[in-house]
Structure formats: C-alpha cells, structure tokens
C-alpha cells in the first residue's frame, strides 16, 4: 500500500504550517524533528506535529539540534548561553518519549545526512525569521528526499498572517489584538506512541569549549540559559515586578522588565506560555494598565520586529529605515557633531557621557540593558559618529557583540528605530544630526528616572568612579 504524501497528514489551512517539500512519507524511519530557533522541549508547536504525526504513522520521533560551529556575530557568550539550555534538552525530550541528537556543523550537510542515517520519514523544524534561518531551510528543502514541514511556533500571532510590512506598531496592533485570543490557548505536552532510545552527541558545553569562537565576550554573571532558567525568571517576575510594569518599565534603577528577551531569543521559552501567565496573573489582582503594558512589548511590538525581519531584506542595513529617515540624515549629513568616538572607544566605555558609558558596561558585562536606555544609547552613538550608515553599523556590532538576544529581529528593529525612525514617524521640529528622527536625550532621561543611582548601581558592579553630575 503507498504512503500518503506529507500534504495529506497536515492542516495546510493552518496558517503556523509551511509546507517546504512535499512528497510521500517514507515506508519505515522516525519522524525527524529538526530543533532550530525553539530550543525546548514544551510549550513547542513543531515537536507536537512531528509527535502527531508519527503517532498517526506508528512511528518514533528523534529530535536534532545542528549546532553551528560559526554563527554570524555570535561570540562565546552567545554559545556558552545556548548550550546551557542544549544541556537540558536530552531528558526533557525523553519525558516525551522523543530521541535526541545534536550534530556539529552546517544544516544542509547535517540534517540532510542525519536523514539518512536514521532513514527518516519526514522532517518537521521551526521558523527563525532572519535571513540566515531561511537560508538554511531552503537549502535543507533543496538537498533533501523525504518531505518537510515547518511550524511557526515562537509568535502568538502568525507572522503569515501579515504578509507585507508593517508600517508600525499603531497599523500592527488593530490586526493583532483583533485575533491573538485565538490564539492565546495552553499549548499540550503530548507523548510519542513509539518510545525512541535513540540518543547521541557529544555534550554542548564540552563542544562548544572546541570550537573556534570569539572569547573575549565572556558568559554572562548574571544569566544562566536554559528552560528551567527560563520558567523560574518568568515565576518571579509574574509575582513581583510584574504589578508595577507599567511605572517601573521605564526605570532601569529598579528592577522593572521580566529580562525574558535572551530565552525568547534562543527559544527556550515560548511566547504563547509568557503571555499566558501573565494574563493568569492580571486574573490574580496585577493592574490591567501592568497586564496591558506587558502583553503589547510581547506580542505587538515583538511580532512587528519578526514582521520585519521578515518583510524587509535590510532588516539589520542602513537601507532598511524609512526614505524619510534616510532623507532627513542626508540633509543633516554634514552637521558638527559634539564630539567623534571612534569603535575602540565606544566599546570601552570610554566617552564623556557617564550614563551612556554605564549602559554600556552594564551590556558589555551581564549581556543585558533595559530598554529604555537601549534607544538613548544608540540615539547617542548616531550623534558621535562620523555618519548616520557608520552610526547604524557600529550600533549592530555592539549589538551583536554583548547582547545575548543580539542577532535578533528585536534589536535590529530598535536599532532601525533609534537611528532612522522605522515604525516611528518623523518628529518635528529639524533637530541637529537627528533632523526629523526622534530626540532621546538627558532631559528625557531624567524625567523618567534616577540617573544617578543607575549610574551608581553600575559603578558599584564595575568597581567605576561616580562621574555624574
């Protein structure tokens, strides 16, 4: 009797699902789960297809991570924060009944080969939004012979639901709003039917401590990866920080933000879970204001930076801010700037600006700034730089370089913003460098919080002398 073909067995009407390669399902073999950006065993849309649909072939799933030996900008870090979550997958997959690989090397080698080794009936992988994610899917789907399937599983809302760009979070919001309870359900921890055994691959700390990275970005005091990480962080903020979010969010003195941007970034924890404790704790007494605030930095404007990413082939360029934000940095190209700050001095930490300098000691350190200093900080960096395109560049390479949720469509769309005004709009009057880009100066700052206790919190952990005024 023929196999069905991959088309038959899935909701093609389900708009999470993208069929990549079609084609007959392969008479014997595993169901292969290719682990890319949701890098946890729950709370994962991708590992409950690849679950039901083996479970409906009687077959046994074996998960894969492929890890990269170079990923584009990624430091140690950036490794060291992901293997600490890769360490957890093996059992928590096995409570599943799922197997478990991890490979070294480049996706269109690995998985394609790994499907052969394990003659694999089918593959199903997640969605990563950036360039390089889409790169490997579609050389992945060119070099294979079984079918594939890929799950958007890290937005509440699917991103193919909006398939041109947003302008901005104002023409975003409506739509999403509009249909994110829909969405807005527990996702299942189902079990595979056919227990797979099946579990190989060397340990991701041990293999990351052979690789060839960048190592003078060192792993992160402050943060551990990992789903369990993850789950506890998100525990403590829904019962302390979250009550006062909408007042302490932007007060990067106190402990305001949930500090969930890292495991969303490395897929260990999904939004889907996020967003539902939190609305379980505005059921518990948290102010709708806090709830509200929170669930729209999540979804709203989180899924407008994927929209992004996913609409604009310069997403991390120069090239991608609005014609009005590149016009009025043109006519302002050849304004005098306060002072020049070459990149040397600009990662030392070694300008005139005291705050600016303690924001970025605290990225260069703990691999974390709260947000609102990330929009002060780069709107700094376009005023001490030579032009707006260096000013862009240099901010993605610090980006890229100490954020552990740097290589993000998040933080190129901050950066987008803070720079040239994407989503934003232009903000009269003409300003010096800045032109119609919005201003995020002291005064601004200091309206919002204590400067100088941040100032002091960052000393205190650098061992700096107060230079604040």
Known sequence: MPMPVLSSLI????????????????????????????????????????????NDLGRPVVAVFCLVPAFPGATHRAYHFMAEGLRELPDAFAKRSVGWELRVGEPHDVIPALARDLNAAVIVTDQNPLRVGLAWRSRVADALTIPLVAVDTDVVVPSSLFPKEEWAARTIRPKINRIRHDYLTPIPTTRAKERSAHRAGPDPL?????????????????????????????????????????????????????????????????????????????????????????????????????NFALRNPNYDRFDGIPDWGKKTL?????????????????????????LWNASQRQMAREGYMPNRLRMYWAKQILRWSPSAEEAFETTVWLNDRYFLCGRDA????????????????????????????????????????????????????????????
């Not at 993208?18 to 169901?31: Q, S």
């Not at 306060?338 to 005291?354: G, N, Q, W």
């Not at 460098?433 to 941040?454: D, E, H, K, N, S």
């Open 330 to 354: 043109a006519e302002h190209a050849a304004d005098p700037r306060p002072v020049i700050y070459d990149r040397e001095t600009l990662d030392a930490a070694e300008t005139d600006d005291p």
């Open 410 to 469: 998040a933080g190129y769309s901050n950066i987008s913003w803070s720079v040239g005004g994407r989503h934003d709009r232009p903000f009269p009057p003409n300003k010096p460098i800045l032109g119609l880009v919005r201003p995020m100066g002291m005064g601004a700052m200091r309206r919002t919080f204590v400067v100088a206790a941040y100032i002091d919190q960052q000393h205190e952990w650098n061992g700096v002398t107060n230079g604040e005024g």
């Open 206 to 306: 041990d293999t990351i401590a052979a690789l060839d990275l960048d190592r003078s970005v060192g792993p992160s005091p402050t943060m551990t990866g990992g789903s369990s990480q993850a789950k506890a962080r998100l525990r403590r903020f829904v019962d302390g920080p979250l009550a006062r979010y909408d007042t302490d969010r932007n007060r990067p003195n106190v402990e305001g933000g949930s500090r969930m941007s890292a495991y969303l970034h490395f897929g260990q924890i999904g939004p889907i879970e996020i967003a539902l404790a939190v609305l379980d704790a505005g059921g518990d007494g948290v102010p709708d204001t806090a709830v509200d605030g929170y669930l729209d930095e999540l979804i709203t404007q989180r899924e407008l930076a994927i």
């Open 11 to 54: 909701s093609c009407g389900d708009p999470r699902v993208a069929l990549l390669r079609d084609g007959d399902i392969a008479e014997r073999g595993p169901v292969l789960l290719w682990v890319q950006r949701a890098q946890r065993a729950t709370g994962n849309l991708a590992a409950n297809l690849a679950i039901s649909l083996a």
